[in-house]
């Protein structure tokens, strides 16, 4: 039958054989390496809620939200009402190839799900645009943007008026 697979090479029937060294799931922690592949587990990946999932929210960050510029991503803030802040990536055409593209949107995302201050973030809505640049970049190159980034939010309130009952206008005596 033309197409169809035949037998395992070698093995029981059913029994997947495996092309992978020992060490070929272990992570990898370098600063400027991405992540090892590994098998998806549960608990892995950033979950649903923290995502950006409709276009609605991307159109919203991008029409009313503040920006940030780094060298390879720009960051798109808007406050959102749900108590814990979300994040969308987007890329176009001039990054790259599709395979380019994908690759750079799953380090954004591991990038963001690793990083420690994302528990101290206030609740917005964050889109992480690439830049052109990107396409061309290391895993290390972006991580230190991207944290950059995301380290000058902090977990500052926005347009939290100043303490001691001034809005920072000067008073005319």
């Known amino acids: 039958m033309r197409g169809h697979p035949g037998p395992p090479a070698s093995g029981t029937p059913g029994q997947a054989m495996v092309a992978a060294s020992p060490g070929a799931f272990a992570a990898a922690d370098n600063e400027g390496q991405p992540p090892a592949r590994r098998p998806p587990s549960a608990g892995e990946g950033l979950p649903r809620h923290d995502r950006l999932l409709l276009r609605a929210d991307y159109l919203r960050c991008y029409r009313t939200g503040r920006r940030r510029q780094g060298a390879l991503v720009a960051l798109y803030l808007i406050p959102n009402a749900l108590g814990h802040p979300r994040i969308g990536v987007t890329t176009s055409r001039k990054v790259g190839k599709s395979v380019v593209r994908h690759r750079l949107k799953r380090w954004i995302k591991e990038i963001y799900r ?50 001691g009952g001034t809005d920072g206008r000067r008073r005319e005596a």
Do not use: N
Request: hydrophobic share 35%; charged share 35%.
């Open 114 to 163: 690793r990083w420690s201050g994302r528990a101290g973030l206030t609740p917005l809505d964050v889109v992480a645009h690439l830049k052109p640049e990107a396409g061309s970049a290391g895993f290390g190159e972006v991580r230190r943007d991207l944290v950059a980034l995301l380290e000058g939010l902090g977990g500052r309130r926005e347009r939290e008026p100043r303490k």
